[in-house]
């Protein structure tokens, strides 16, 4: 019995030195200290023992179990270490993943441009919200109670009396309401319309309302403010002219067009902007002396803005979310 508990003990060892990972480590328990393992059985056959060798054989099975057991202990705790310090290891001479960069949409850089051009000029940045009422988009803004635009073909009404604003100038109201002049501000933001979609119009785009109201403001101070921006945004060489036009909520009113020269085509003017002299009937609306304070408002269109200085031909690219387009800019 002493000689087979010697020769366990042996083979433990031998087999031990073989162990190079947890699951040879798994295999040596089973075999040894498992409870059909060599170690137990030798403990089961303890019985057959003669009386008077028990307590010598006892103490050499109890030494045994201890040093198979702490053997296998220690291996374990020395694997398991091994095991966390590679999952640790840090390669330095693997290629770097590739971390692709986002940038910021390209209307979403054509309003930063367009904010920091105004700010430059003594302009405020003002927001107001997409669903309005039917009041502050048209009727403050001096539109008949029959005017075409409020017709449901061109706006999205979500009750009768609230709508989602069919263009930014009803922040104007929202201002000259808040605020007593001087006042002077652009308030860009999302508008609706429904209209079908096309390479030209999209049923959302983005406006920034430009508001000027102070004592003796001049058409000739709107001119120069527009012709300053658009030098700035388009290149101090832009051509650019206005035209007479109408809009119910400024007299006299006018459009500032920009001459499009793709390259090797014929060129033509584009209508950028509306602009004119706050209406009278707008100041009264909000509260404001018609005859103390003048005003000027102009309104221009982000998408068609961008459209005209990136040399983009469809509108609806800029909603598309497609990679290939966005990261070019
Ligand atoms: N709100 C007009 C539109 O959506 C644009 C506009 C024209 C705004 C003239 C103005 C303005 O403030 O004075 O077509």
């Not at 087979?4 to 040894?32: A, C, H, M, P, V």
């Not at 090797?264 to 018609?290: A, Y």
């Not at 982000?302 to 040399?311: D, H, I, N, P, S």
């Amino acid at each position: 019995m002493i000689n087979k508990i010697d020769e366990t003990r042996k083979n433990f060892d031998d087999d031990l030195l073989k162990i190079n990972n947890l699951s040879s480590l798994e295999d040596l328990r089973i075999k040894y200290l498992s409870r059909k393992g060599t170690v137990s059985q030798l403990f089961e056959s303890l019985k057959d023992v003669p009386k008077e060798e028990k307590p010598k054989v006892g103490q050499a099975l109890n030494k045994l179990k201890i040093h198979t057991q702490s053997k296998f202990d220690e291996m374990q705790e020395k694997l398991k270490e091994n095991n966390s310090a590679s999952e640790k290891f840090l390669d330095l001479s693997l290629p770097g993943r590739l971390h692709t960069i986002g940038s910021k949409h390209i209307l979403t850089q054509t309003l930063d441009e367009i904010k920091n051009i105004f700010r430059g000029l003594g302009f405020s940045v003002h927001e107001g919200p997409e669903l309005e009422s039917d009041y502050n988009n048209f009727e403050a803004l001096n539109f008949a109670p029959d005017h075409p635009a409020r017709d449901m073909q061109d706006t999205f009404f979500v009750t009768e009396k609230f709508l989602l604003r069919t263009h930014t100038s009803p922040v104007q109201v929202r201002l000259m309401t808040e605020k007593k002049p001087p006042l002077r501000a652009i308030m860009p933001g999302k508008v609706f319309r429904n209209e079908a979609i096309s390479a030209k119009s999209y049923c959302l785009f983005h406006q920034v309302e430009g508001l000027y109201v102070d004592t003796d403001v001049t058409f000739a101070e709107l001119k120069g403010t527009l012709v300053a921006f658009a030098k700035q945004f388009y290149g101090q060489d832009v051509k650019y002219r206005f035209r007479a036009s109408f809009f119910p909520f400024t007299e006299p009113s006018a459009e500032m067009d920009v001459w499009w020269q793709p390259k090797g085509k014929s060129g033509r003017w584009l209508e950028v902007l509306g602009c004119g002299m706050v209406d009278p009937n707008v100041l009264r609306n909000v509260g404001i002396d018609p005859e103390k304070y003048t005003g000027y408002a102009f309104g221009m269109g982000v998408e068609r803005t961008a459209m005209l200085k990136y040399g983009i031909g469809d509108i609806r690219i800029l909603f598309d979310n497609d990679k290939r387009f966005l990261t070019q800019f």
